[in-house]
């Protein structure tokens, strides 16, 4: 199937679309129409025309006879059909010959006549965001989501700063609880692919359910992978995120980038857990807003099945508590440059990542790390790292130097640190390659940093 945009010839000058329905209505005797379905898939018609330079009429008739098999032939063409951009790429076919007129000695106007798919039509849930048909019950301080009913019960467990919260069911209905309250409800349907609309926002109590304050905390810890898009234009205050395993979530629009953003305030430590993501590709932290606050920071895919996750996008200055994103499919260079980790008991874990190829390292110190298991072959850094245990970069692509640049940046932050290094072709023969006229120099800095180097 050819794509019109490879011709060379221009899209139609005018296209004039008539909606050819599944729907067939017959008028009876009575003055009655009756309807019924003929078919599931719809196509429309249009008759489209074309401005064309003599060249281009030659290119015409070409492509015509031997593309497109003497019209008979599908193809690919964008046209202004009410998708979601003002042209939209449409799998067509001519129906009727071709018409030429001549208009000059380099001008000739073709018309003729196509059918193509419809396109397709946006769901329920976009069409009240567009017409307003259901408005959110509250500002800026509240957020909707979107769920499918894979479990058949559905549930929200949010904190608000006013210690109540208030939630709209798909079906109208509005219930309230006190902050850190779960709130339950069942689907119509269970495992019919159906979408429903919640929307959460911060009340005055439980008998009152007037907007105030904003919410603070979003955790659902079993069920999550109800969870499909929730609204980041409108999205709240958020200081917390918790949603494991959120095997379906992906961006509000439907892309594969996820934004989150941290805003300021909240507790000491706040959790930013988005775990075991299957469809979403991106995540960008838009820390512009933020405090003091610490996030407990984890990304992490499953043993069985690895998160889809690629790139992590940290916008403004951000302090991660722990910082995990293991077993994802995390690309290129992490630059981690933005970002002041303090892994404290969980550590810092990039493991399980084969398609790394390099860490960019700002502030960052705490109890362990692990860089295993990746393709590692490139380390920088913009300040000295230290750790308490054990910095493991097995199963990597290290060559000596490199470790060196290493063995330069890390200190240990208790009596030592271990640095694991088997699986690299700097570790030759049990030991960091003994060949090499720069291992004496970085054992014996090591030895100054208190590293011990081990397989």
Known sequence: MINWNDTRLPNPTTCNILHSGATIRSTVTTGRTLQRSRFTQEFENASVSFQLTSEEFQIWK?????????????????????????????????????????????????????????????????????????????????????????????????EASNGFYAVRWWDGTIETSASGGLMTKACPTSSAGLLYRVDVWGCISLADTTQIGHLTTMTEATQAENYVRFNAE???????????????????????????????????INDLRIGDMLYTKHVIIDATDYSAAEFTTWFDGALSQKSALRTITILGQYLARDFHASNCDLRGVMDLSGITINAASNGFNLSGNPLLTGVNFGQCTGYSANLNDCQIDTLTFTEMISFATSVNC?????????VGTLVDNLTATDASVDLNLSGNPCWVGGALDPADPLTAGILAQATINKINIIA
């Open 234 to 268: 409108r999205e709240p205050l958020m200081n917390s995120y918790f949603l494991e395993p959120a095997k379906n979530l992906i961006g509000w629009d439907k892309s594969d980038t996820l934004t989150v953003k941290v805003a300021p305030g909240g507790g000491a």
């Open 62 to 158: 070409g492509v015509w006879k031997h593309y497109l098999i003497n019209g008979t032939e599908w193809f690919t063409m964008d046209l202004p059909v009410g998708g979601d951009d003002i042209l939209t790429s449409c799998q067509v076919r001519f129906v009727t010959e071709w018409k030429h007129t001549y208009r000059s000695h380099d001008a000739v106007d073709i018309s003729a006549q196509i059918e193509f798919f419809e396109v397709t039509v946006i769901d329920e849930i976009d069409l009240q965001e567009l017409i307003g048909e259901i408005n959110p019950p509250y500002d800026d301080a509240g957020i909707t989501l979107v769920f499918n009913d894979i479990n058949t019960n559905i549930k929200v467990d949010f």
């Open 394 to 402: 097995q199963n990597n692509s290290l060559e000596v130097a490199m």
